[in-house]
């Protein structure tokens, strides 16, 4: 009879408190699908075109209508994890992630999958502070976080990176609806283990969540997302481009009043005069308006122009997806050695090499300059200044803010992305015209990746003039 409440007790502070390593492969798993989703769709754009009658504006927004939700609601999910436990909002999120992924799997009209799509965003913004969160909480801050972060950051970019090859070989073993069907049974998978395993943690004190501010900045980038997709087609200076432009513009700054007068704001605005806070999502903002773009031009490219298949066009970015891990896990040893700042110079460095690189392709290139080594290193460069910029955003957080800044610089990523598509997606739009030729389309994504290279310019030199040497003290 003795056993049996000795083994009870010996279960219950597993369940209670799980193996760090535990709570970093659920919380990886979680951001893995999150990130997949990002690029996943892109290699299935043309079969979902075909397969729902979608136009160019729906294409881009079937990759807009998910990334605008999942950066406008993220701070609002990491705030909610904070106030109402972590590991709750974890699983709220993946089980709206996996609800929405369902319903775009099985839409049968354009605006079914837009709008499965947005919901998955939503999902995903609640599910992705929860998941840096729950690595920074079960791991001390120092070295091994350090390592932490670049397995969290490793995967993350991962799951980028593989969206192209695992979205070809679903859409040409299957159909375009696998990129969406296959999240449900991983995500029932996950949902069961964290809900077994994960430890309850938040840190909150029960203030209520800011919603106006969730919705007004969401409704901002939507809508200046929209009013520059319209210049392709209207020109930037006719009403119908200048409105949804103003608009967006106006939202903004209403968020930042109600901000700025909130008893409970979603972004508390003084969290900005921590150097490492502001540095690092600017400089997260910039790389993430070049970097998201960088798989939706390749997987056109290689089709549209190269003549691959959706599976060859994912083969072919495989060791891009293999550099973005070996550059998330090499940064923790060279941080160590030459400090956070100068790590995530090098790395856009590196990435902005790439840029350049890619930026000369032609409509006969060879896959090994056209695709391989330009890949290799913008992806290469991305892991490298990844994992440093997490790290330096994170570093010193209190308790209270640790979702909070933990979505925060998820938020200017994704923002970054979301806005970089749409203003890269019109630019390259632009050059190609009417035309629908190899030679007019590789014109446009040609200038779309300069556009890239002169935004990661940008983001180096503020990189190495704002970002802190240390991380920052504890605030």
Known sequence: MLRVPDAATARAPRRRTPPPWLAVALACVGQFLVVLDISVVNV?????????????????????????????FMLLGGRAGDLYGRKRMFLVGL?????????????????????????QGLGAA???????????SA?????????????????????GAAGGFVGGVLVDTLSWRWVLLINVPIGVLVLAGAAWWLAEGRAG????????????????????????????????TAPPTLVPLGAGLALI????????????????????????????NGAMFLSGAAMFCMWFFMTLYAQNVLGYTPLEAGLALVPSSLAVVVGSKTAPRLMRAAGARTVAVLGTLV????????????????????ILFPGILMMLGAGLAGTPLAALATSGTAPEEAGLISGLINTSRTMGGSLGLAVLSTVAAARTGDSTTPQALTEGYALAFRTGTAVLAVGLVLMWLWLPRKAAAAH
């Open 139 to 159: 791991v001390p801050e120092g070295p091994a976080r350090a390592r932490a972060i670049a397995t969290w950051t490793a995967v993350g970019a991962g799951g």
């Open 44 to 72: 299935a754009l043309p079969s979902m075109r075909t397969g729902l009658g979608l136009g160019e504006q729906g294409l881009q927004w079937v990759v807009n209508a998910y990334s605008i939700a999942f950066a406008g």
């Open 95 to 119: 089980g709206l992630f996996t609800l929405a992924s369902l319903a775009g799997g099985l839409a049968q009209d354009d605006w079914q999958l837009l709008l499965a799509r947005a919901a």
């Open 351 to 370: 990435a902005l090499s790439g840029f350049a690189w890619q930026s000369t392709m032609t409509a006969d290139g060879a896959y090994p300059t056209a």
């Open 205 to 236: 004190d029960g203030r209520r969540l800011d919603l106006p501010g969730a919705l007004l900045v969401t409704a901002g980038l939507a809508t200046l997302a929209f009013g520059i997709s319209q210049t392709e087609a209207e020109g930037w």
């Open 126 to 136: 609640v599910l992705a502070p929860s998941t840096l969160t729950l690595v920074t």
């Open 253 to 280: 700054a209403l968020f930042l009043l109600v901000e700025s007068r909130a008893k409970a704001p979603l972004m508390p605005l003084g969290l900005f005069r921590v150097r490492s806070v502001s540095s690092a």
